[in-house]
């Protein structure tokens, strides 16, 4: 993997069509690189933006351009299975669960991948996208385009790699406390008559196995880490007003040791020819021009990339997000330039 490029800022701002319209115009001009546009936001609409069903399974776009919405609860099933099933088994290895059956019920139905939190699900996901070393990736992809929820999600999505282990344990041992409660409720005269757990070494084994996996994890989760900090590029959209500019300094606030800002697109500017004879139109433009200048003196030392709002097409479909592209890169934007921002 060579570039991460991730868009976020305030919702409704373009994030999803700039992605989209990003992924798209570097799959023309990099035909030899493979592309992965994936979104990150719960409520997914790059079916809509490409006028074409995505979902949950790699889909191919273009010759060399692939999207996935990815289904976070399938995947946190899948990929937390072997963990819950060895803490499901740790667990029933207390004597107190045979004496009564309903506590192993209580261990099947509390301990799933429904009560992982939502951010920790996507967070894993995008970790699986992004672990070079996991071999059981169906496609090794060049340029990741990650299309991402608004600010606060956003920031969830890169701190979890960082805090997985402490997450994990942490929700192993909620697990773990609320089996103990539910001993002390059901089984308070049992307790003094039997040992917590039955066989000692069995316990033990599961126990180093479980270490073993949270190891894996902590290591997967530096590497990751890594990873973003090398060749992760953070993009921020904004429209020229007060409310989305606020949110993309914040979004530089809470996002920089974990992934550098290389650019800052503004979008959906009223175009000159519409503002000269309407006059809700030319008053919309001159706040936009004072925004923009405002703009300018915060982030004028990135990349900025200018759009104007279409009107003449809507950014929906490949045409239309070609369309975009022009309009938010230019006609003659280089890959480079696209890809490494910072260096023009
Ligand atoms: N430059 C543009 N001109 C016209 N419409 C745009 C432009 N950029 C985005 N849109 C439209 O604005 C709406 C919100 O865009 P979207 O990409 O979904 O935003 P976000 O992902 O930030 O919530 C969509 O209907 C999209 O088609
Ligand atoms: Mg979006």
Redesign the pocket.
Known sequence: MERIIVLG??????????SAATAVRLSTLLPEKRILIISF?MAH?LSD?FDTEIGNELTQLTQNLWGIEPDANAFAEEYTKELIDKLKTLMKQMPIVGFIPQIEEYIDTTFTADSIPLALKNAMFFQKILDAEDLTQQIQFDIVVA?FPPTGNMVALFEIPEDQVKIVLKYSLNFYNSIKGAMRNVGKMFRKFVAPFSDEKKRRELGVEIVNMVQDLEERGERISQLIHDIGSLRL?TIAEKPSFEEIKRARDLTSKYIDLDAVHI??LTPKKYADNCDFCHKLRATQLRYNEEIRNEFGKLRIWK?????DK???GLDGLIY?AN?VYGKVASAKEILYPKSY
């Open positions: 800022g305030k919702g409704g701002v373009g994030k999803s069509s700039i936001d609409n933006l299309d959209v979008n959906m759009s104007k709002k279409l009107v809507e950014p929906i975009l309009e």
